[in-house]
């Protein structure tokens, strides 16, 4: 067995620490409050700028007179940060989705645009921090235009593509590129699952 | 007046952040590859350690000695938060490209090593001064660096195309070409305006 000495504070030193903690728990309090007033305030303009890039991307991926935010559930999304449904008048012309991916710094945002029968539009990177090598020319057009036409899933493949559902590597970058078609996969997939349950729900009406 | 250019030049010169104390070397090699974002940057720098001289000032004979360094830290935290919440809501794809790279300047020895000297001097306009002096260094610093790496490495200025991209010093705007750059600087500052380190000994 062996003996623990028990430390005590003095009633001065414990005075002190509670002055400490106080002090710094009330400037704490201050600051926090502040912070969050002035997020709360500038909540609606981070909100709107980081909607900014997507909603101008929107009529270049799937030009339509209108388009309307679905109520399309984000925690099912998996990556998928808006979906919107575009109209000419009452008739629908298609979709525009943005997904995300992970890239080599951050983020990709991938706007993809994408017509009522599935398949796909345009796709436009609206977002990236990549290396300013093979990375940024992910947004060159030879890579992108690949996906027009496409529906359904596509695969990624680094040589020649053989098959209509395969993209290749125009532009070198073993990462960018797979996060570019991973993105556009799953934008392919909530529009899939959006047009499903639609009519699932008019078939039983 | 004459004191004030002074202290300016002491600030930027020989007690240079960068150049001198070797600090915020971090958040600088992350944040030079684009003019916009160097220029960001180092206003946040400046104000920063404006406002981190101003608090420990205030707070000098208010606050116990063992929290005084933590407080100051934490209102440098606090006037980060702000630009960042700022950026993001009216300079969003600058704040994308500096990312977590701004509020590291909080925490950098920049505010530490800066904020225990405010401390020390005893007039307050010589410690504001002196934190002007130390903010305007490092913006001089990463101004350049953003300069030499957007415009060599990269052939724009201020996003503006001057020559065709293929032309570029590509290995400038990585970080490897920063961390080379940086080196360059100081050796050529350390060339003219001598190694404080020497001077710290031969004092």
């Known amino acids: 067995m062996t003996d623990k000495k028990k430390v005590f504070l003095s009633p ?58 679905t109520d399309y559930e984000h925690s099912d999304a998996g990556g998928v940060y808006a979906l919107y449904k575009a109209y000419n008048g009452t008739e629908l012309a298609g979709y525009c989705v943005e ?16 017509d009522k029968d599935g398949k796909i539009l345009k796709t436009e990177i609206i977002s990236e921090r990549e290396r300013q090598s093979a990375g940024t020319k992910t947004t060159d057009e030879e890579f992108l235009s690949q996906f027009e036409g496409k529906s359904g899933e596509v695969t ?45 729900e008019a078939a039983e009406e | 007046m004459k004191s004030f250019i002074n202290k300016m030049r002491e600030g930027i010169i020989s007690e240079n952040p960068v150049l001198a104390l070797l600090l915020g070397i971090c958040p600088l090699l992350a944040a030079s590859t684009r003019l916009s974002d160097a220029v ?4 946040c720098a400046i104000v920063t350690t404006l406002f981190s001289a101003l608090v420990i000032r205030f707070v000098k004979k208010k606050l116990p000695e063992k929290i005084k360094l933590l407080v100051c830290i934490l209102f440098a935290v606090f006037i980060i938060s702000i630009f960042e919440l700022l950026l993001r809501a009216f300079l969003l794809p600058v704040s ?14 920049i505010i530490f090593a800066k904020s225990i000297r405010f401390e020390r001097v005893k007039k307050t306009s ?43 010093m590509l290995v400038l705007t990585h970080p490897s070409g920063g ?8 050796a050529v500052f350390r060339h003219f305006f001598g190694n404080p380190d020497k001077k710290e000994g031969a004092k």
């Not at chain 1, 556009?184 to 699932?200: C, F, I, P, W, Y």
């Open chain 1, 156 to 200: 990624f493949v680094n040589g020649k593509a053989s098959r209509e559902s395969e993209i290749y590597d125009v532009v070198g970058s073993d990462i960018s590129s797979p996060a570019v078609v991973d993105a556009v996969n799953r934008a392919s997939l909530a529009v899939g699952n959006l047009r499903e349950k639609e009519e699932k």
């Open chain 2, 126 to 168: 010589d410690a504001l001064i002196s934190a002007l002096a130390c903010g305007v260094g490092f913006f001089a610093v990463i101004f350049f660096m953003a300069l030499v790496r957007e415009v060599i490495g990269n052939g724009t200025f201020f996003g503006l195309r001057i020559f065709p991209e293929e032309y570029g």
């Open chain 2, 96 to 109: 994308e490209r500096i990312g977590m790279y701004l509020p590291l300047l909080s925490v950098t020895g």
């Open chain 1, 12 to 69: 001065e030193k414990k005075k002190e620490l509670l002055h400490t903690t106080l002090i710094l728990a009330g400037i704490l309090a201050v600051v926090s409050l502040a912070l969050s007033g002035l997020n709360m305030l500038l909540r609606q303009s981070i909100d709107k700028a980081e909607m900014k890039p997507f909603v101008s991307a929107m009529s270049r991926i799937c030009p339509a007179e209108s388009y309307e935010e």
């Open chain 1, 99 to 114: 997904t995300r991916a992970n890239g080599i710094n951050r983020d990709l945002r991938v706007a993809v645009g994408i």
């Open chain 2, 179 to 186: 961390l080379i750059l940086l080196g360059v600087v100081i």
């Open chain 2, 40 to 43: 960001v940057m180092g206003m």
